[in-house]
């Protein structure tokens, strides 16, 4: 099952958002000059004694590294402007070299990988990523990043590589053809690691540039490597920001370092915590820009951070540092667009629908969001959809009013719905204890997961954490959101982890949900339809892999978009399909969240699967979902028959579920 991104937490409309700006790379930066006659063959005597030797000093998931005789890395590189290739040698000690021949699993043996992107485009182009050892080589993902044609094409007809061990040192001696001219002042996006694994089971990763994470997923996270000519000079500079006017919360991601005579090198660094920053640039005439930033700030804020237009340019010189004046950088003006009431207390016109119109645009645009799927319900009806914005930042493809988004935690509550409809039949028992129908063999331990029921999940308090298989509280005493709680729940349904699992959920959800309801643009995992209709998520405007589930994930894996979706949230609205014995039990408040949660000082919780709130306008029920590269909400005022359903491709699209929310109904 796929569920690597389907690990944030969301409850109605409260979407926990995690810090973070956007940046043009990880701030890393080396320089590589012409090399010649170099044969790959790991002998390095061929290689030029006075190559800068870079240091890989970022360890993550694993241990620290034990000492000089185990996990120093170093990476050197170079280029031949004349064949078009680019060198690169890694060495490192290890003292336990494992290889498993027979077992190409990564997890398994000592591998490396680099990355790297030649087009190296402030918009992303995509990061190819080498991933080798002695027995085993591979491009990672690139399955899941079609939309990028430097990575849909990458083999390793254009890599020669060479791998020796001598004594307790490995080296890897590559040769790397890419397209383009490799002249001097271009610039490429790198970075490099090494997995490090032990035969006691210890690992650790290694990387020159300091970001973890999946760096084949997204440009941002690799480094820049310039090359430059074998007697190019070097100066450095160094200097601070200042907030022009109102600070914001947290400072720029980067500035932008454009070469004037030389167009394709433009050099971003990183500015730290304190609005400093410094570099070392070749020699030159230099524009300053500062890239645009969002910065995310718990719930429901995203300062856009830019800089002023007072920046003057700068002159590099040999070996000298330059100190530049202090640099200017302000908070965008948000968006004002949202009414002391919301508009859909009043009746829904061609008028409204310009507002609403002109409302995504607007904030859309703020958030730095691709796309918007929206449809309004008023008075019990569909009054409004419309669909905003593009698929995929790369293709820049108008978003289709069937493209489809992932649903993430809102796949929750259609599954819950799918659980309340076989209870009111008598099929499903949700006081009897889970592990009497499965047994949940990793939570043995922990004794009082026996006492697990289909309700406690329903209403999160299962006492298992969002994701792991632990046990955090006793079952039926604490709050605690958890996806994890819904899986097993749905394992418990279908029998157990057999083959059948996927047909016997997909029938339930077809039986219940999606047949009745005519939702023909829905989807709970992967088929010949979902890879043409899908969006791209995206993480600071960059698209991510693209991830089509392998089975139905009722914590995560729905697929649909807002018209589509409305039939599911009319039916709710109205209680179709339930008993009014078994509306009312899913309607109804069972657990509270932690007063800090709540919106307005009204309080939130959950009723059987579905998210609560109270509201100056009555009860509010519905559910959000963030799976962090795609954030998306709906919610019905059940006394005013009034709701809204919103899909979105973007990590920083949080606060726009909240802005809608006031815009459409409840005002400033």
């Known amino acids: 099952m796929k569920t690597t991104k389907y690990l944030a937490i969301c409850t109605l409309g409260w979407l926990v958002l995690w810090s973070g700006s956007i940046n043009a790379n990880n701030g890393s930066l080396a320089f590589i000059y012409p090399v010649s006659n170099i044969t790959i063959d790991g002998n390095l005597d061929d290689w030029p004694a006075e190559i800068h030797a870079n240091a890989l000093l970022h360890t993550h998931y694993g241990a620290d590294i034990d000492g000089p005789e185990d996990g120093l890395a170093f990476w050197r590189g170079g280029y031949d402007a004349q064949s078009g290739h680019l060198y690169f040698v890694v ?51 690139q399955e899941g990043l079609h939309f990028y044609p430097q990575v849909k094409n990458a083999s390793f007809d254009n890599v020669e590589l060479a791998i020796a061990r001598k004594n307790n040192v490995v080296t890897y001696e ?102 400093q920053y410094s570099l070392k640039l070749p020699v030159g005439d230099y524009e300053i820009t500062i890239p645009p930033s969002w910065q995310m700030d718990r719930w429901f804020d995203i300062d856009l951070v830019e800089g002023t237009n007072e920046v003057p340019n700068i002159s590099v010189s040999k ?11 302000s908070v965008a003006t948000k968006p004002d667009l949202i009414p002391e009431k919301g508009i859909l207390h009043a009746p829904f016109t061609s008028a409204s629908a310009k507002q609403v119109d002109d409302f995504v645009t607007a904030y859309r645009n ?65 006081e009897k204890p889970l592990y009497e129908s499965l047994p949940f063999p990793e939570l043995e331990e922990y004794p009082e997961y026996k006492l697990m029921t289909g309700k406690h999940v329903l209403t999160h308090v299962s006492g298992l954490p969002n994701w792991g298989v632990r046990m ?50 829905t989807y709970f995992m992967c088929n010949d339809q979902l890879p043409d209709l899908k969006v791209a998520g995206h993480f600071d405007g960059i698209p991510n892999m693209f991830d089509c589930p392998d089975g139905p994930g009722m914590a995560f894996s729905m697929h649909t978009e807002a018209k589509d979706f409305a039939p599911f949230a009319l039916a709710l609205l109205n209680r179709e399909g ?51 590269d795609f954030r998306c909400t709906f919610e019905m005022y059940d006394d005013l028959k009034t709701g809204y359903i919103v899909f979105t491709n973007a990590n920083t699209a949080g606060p726009l579920l909240f802005d809608i929310t006031r815009f459409l109904v409840e005002g400033e």
């Open 578 to 628: 339930l008993t009014e014995e078994q509306a009312e039990k899913m309607f109804r408040f069972h657990t509270l969240q932690d007063e800090e949660d709540w919106m307005n000082g009204y309080k939130a919780g959950f009723g059987l699967g579905v998210a609560l709130r109270n509201s100056p306008y009555g009860l509010v029920f519905g559910h959000g979902g963030n799976n962090g």
């Open 174 to 275: 590559w040769k790397i053809k890419i397209s383009g001219a490799l002249n001097p002042g271009r610039v490429i996006g790198f970075d490099y690691a090494v997995f490090d694994k032990d035969t006691d089971q210890d690992h650790v990763m290694l990387t020159w540039g300091p970001t973890p994470g999946n760096k084949f997923m997204n440009s941002n996270l690799i480094g820049d490597l310039v090359l430059l000519e074998a007697d190019e000079a070097i100066g450095s500079v160094q200097g601070a920001l200042k907030w022009k006017s109102e600070a914001g919360n947290k400072w720029p991601g980067s500035i932008k370092f454009n070469s004037v005579k030389r167009p394709e090198m433009f050099i971003n660094t990183s500015v730290d915590s304190l609005g």
């Open 319 to 329: 070996g000298n540092k330059l100190t530049m004046d202090t640099i200017a950088v």
């Open 91 to 141: 060495t490192m000690a290890d003292d336990e070299y494992v290889k498993t021949p027979d077992n190409s699993h990564f997890s398994s043996h000592d591998f490396q990988v680099l990355y790297i992107d030649p087009k190296h485009s402030l918009e992303g182009a995509g990061v190819i990523a080498y991933e080798v050892d002695e027995h085993h080589r591979k491009i990672v993902e």
């Open 366 to 430: 703020y958030y730095n969001i691709p796309a918007v799927s929206l449809a309004i319900i008023q008075d019990g009806k569909l009054a409004y959809h419309h669909s905003y914005g593009v698929e995929n930042t790369i293709s820049k493809k108008p978003l289709r009013d069937e493209a489809v988004f992932e649903a993430a935690s809102i796949t929750k509550l259609v599954f819950a719905y799918v659980m309340n409809r076989l209870v009111q039949r008598g099929e499903f028992d949700l």
């Open 472 to 521: 955090k509280n006793k079952p039926g005493t604490t709050y605690g959101y958890s996806g994890e709680g819904f899986e097993y729940l749905k394992r418990v349904l279908a029998g157990g982890d057999s083959d059948e699992l996927p047909l016997i959920i997909q029938s339930h959800l077809d039986k219940e949900i999606l047949d009745p309801l005519g939702m023909t643009n």
